[in-house]
């Protein structure tokens, strides 16, 4: 038997794996072109996904299994998935081929292709790592009338028992969201956070990537991702230990030169299987219940895992592939340069960017409040910048990513997934991290050359949408603020917006 294992699924228990028979079957494995060109994709996150597939695969041969590695540079590699599946059955000859489905929509249609198409049967089993199946999540959706996260996180917590004390949620709320919300304290310093220092396995690939990919995104020199079971293993415990105790309370804060904060970093380690949900979330719970760690902290972590996690992957399977062209707010903008450079005067924008440049990481508030908002009041295409997403994170692979992206930071789905778009002005920014401070944009002013662009764009923004969202109930406020200004003063707003958003084909900086 032939068992395809696919660059996301380094688990011993994945699908294709259980049942193996060193004595009988082969594992494949391949690098191919294809999956890291498809968008331009930061150069640390082809690093991760190719030292972590030759690591899983010396872990497998350690064990005596035979494993048949194609590597991207290897003669005849013919640069996609199927062609490397052929010519393995043209090599092996197995009597059947197995493989769990893959966690992209565009890669299972292959799969599906091959599967049609082979001479001898090719089986394509549920990828069963994830709490809820397929046939779950379509139970749950069934006859709603919306989609909400909480309503599912719910389930799932009563369902796996996790932070329960018998029926009833622990501490007697499912959520503790309004207690995760505080700044950080000017005077507190986040905790040091362990790196894995790339081992000569690593190395090697980081040069081949260098050498490969010199135009894609992002920097080499600061790799330290996990690629082995250990060392997600040792990850997982540094952030038990330094980063949860203040998860909680700082995990919507931002601050300039800190780009982990009490992030758990854990995101890249579970995309590609070498940690599983089930674990980590476990291991969270048990620091609460040993009184290492404090409920709003364990119970907000749980909810990114539990919650946000399964319920994108249950949106993305339900709705594809129609959902990748939503475009609910008729947005069109190119997406600015900056996204790519970092070269703007929007200093919280620059600090994003420059990051996620540096570690292929920037947190989830950064993503959503920052350069996902400025792509929402901006009106930029939700294809530019999903793909833009799913290029220059290590973590971003589509079924986890386009949902985030287009039904919570651009609203492109109109609210499929989120009860509203999270628009925010500038002073969201300001409350939530020091980046204002050495802007050369002025948060406090609404209008005008040096007023910071999130301030008139906000406004402009639900505008521009007002007969899409003004029936909203979450955006009454502002419309009704809306309701009392005169016209003359909304067409001067819309148009200092329109002509910001025009000049972007510059670099946006201000003297």
Known sequence: MLRVVLG?????????????????????????????????????????????????????????????????????????????????ITRHSPDRVVLTEPSEWRVRREMEALAAAADRPVDILEDDRFFASHARFATWARGRRGWRMEHFYREMRREHGLLMDGDLPAGGEWNFDPENRKRLPAGLAPPPRARIAPDALTRE????????????????????????????????????????????????????????????????????GLL??????????????????????????????LGWREYVRG?????????????????????????????????CVREAVTTTAEHAYSHHIQRLMVTGNFALLAGVAPREIERWYLAVYADAFEWVEMPNTLGMAVFADGGQMASKPYAASGAYIDRMSDFCGGCAYDVKQKTGPKACPFNYLYWAFLIRNEARLSGNPRLAMPYRTLAGWPQARKDALVAEAEAYLDGLTAPDTVS
């Open 8 to 88: 996301d699924q380094l688990s011993r228990d994945v699908a294709a794996l259980q049942g193996l028979d060193p004595a009988r079957d082969t594992v494949l494995m391949a690098e191919v072109m294809r999956e890291n060109t498809h968008v331009p994709h930061h150069r640390q996150k082809i690093v991760l996904v190719l030292s972590a597939m030759r690591h899983f695969a010396h872990a497998l041969r350690a064990e005596g299994v035979a494993v048949d590695y194609v590597a991207l540079e290897d003669p005849g590699n013919t640069g996609d998935l199927a062609g490397e599946i052929g010519r393995a």
């Open 205 to 272: 690939v980081m040069a081949l990537v260098a050498r490969r990919f010199p135009d894609h995104f992002g920097r080499l020199d600061a790799f330290g991702w996990p690629v082995t079971r250990a060392d997600a293993l040792a990850a997982l415990e540094d952030f038990l230990t330094r980063g949860l105790p203040g998860f909680g309370d700082y995990q919507d804060a931002m601050k300039a030169g800190a780009p982990f904060l009490f992030h758990s970093l854990l995101a890249p380690a579970l995309n590609l």
């Open 276 to 305: 599983s949900p089930r674990e980590v979330c476990a291991a969270a719970e048990a620091e609460w219940r040993a009184g290492r760690a404090p409920l709003n902290a364990v119970e907000g972590f749980i909810r990114q895992i």
């Open 315 to 347: 949106v993305y399977w339900t709705l594809m592939p129609g959902y990748a062209e939503t475009n609910a707010l008729d947005a069109h903008r190119p997406l600015p340069d900056f996204y790519w450079t970092g070269r703007t005067s929007l200093r």
